[in-house]
């Protein structure tokens, strides 16, 4: 059974930061490409950040450019957000998603291409 567990959400003020983290059991992690997505009450998910296989290539949504950052180690089966100066519009529930890559490695933004999905963490913003 293939499990993404997200964890390190919670309760920040504005300008502060937070590091979520997802563990992957169940997959062969090196061959999946792993995105963050977000969805805030009352609105679509909406892709935050993701990474390739072997991490070379990442992309972000225009909203946190500059303030998150994507990382991953393939020898813990982990990835990770690092999200600084938050502000209250990044209030969401953010989801751990991996997509299956088996011979390519390029970045993918669509929801509906990933295979497994973590439960969501939640993450809110106090102005």
């Known amino acids: 059974q293939v499990q993404l567990v997200e964890s390190g959400g919670g309760l920040v003020q504005a300008g502060g930061s937070l590091r979520l983290s997802c563990a992957a059991s169940?997959?062969?992690?090196?061959?999946?490409?792993m995105g963050w997505f977000r969805q805030a009450s009352g609105k679509e998910r909406e892709i935050v950040g993701a990474i390739s296989k072997d991490g070379s290539s990442t992309y972000y949504a225009d909203s946190v450019k500059g303030r998150f950052t994507i990382s991953r180690d393939n020898t813990k089966n982990t990835v990770s957000l690092q999200m600084n100066s938050l502000k209250p519009a990044d209030t969401a529930v953010y989801y751990c998603a991996a997509v299956r890559r088996l011979l390519l490695d390029s970045i993918v933004t669509k929801p509906i291409n990933y295979n497994y999905w973590g439960q969501g963490t939640q993450v809110t913003v106090s102005s």
């Open positions: 169940g997959l062969t992690f090196s061959m999946y490409g």
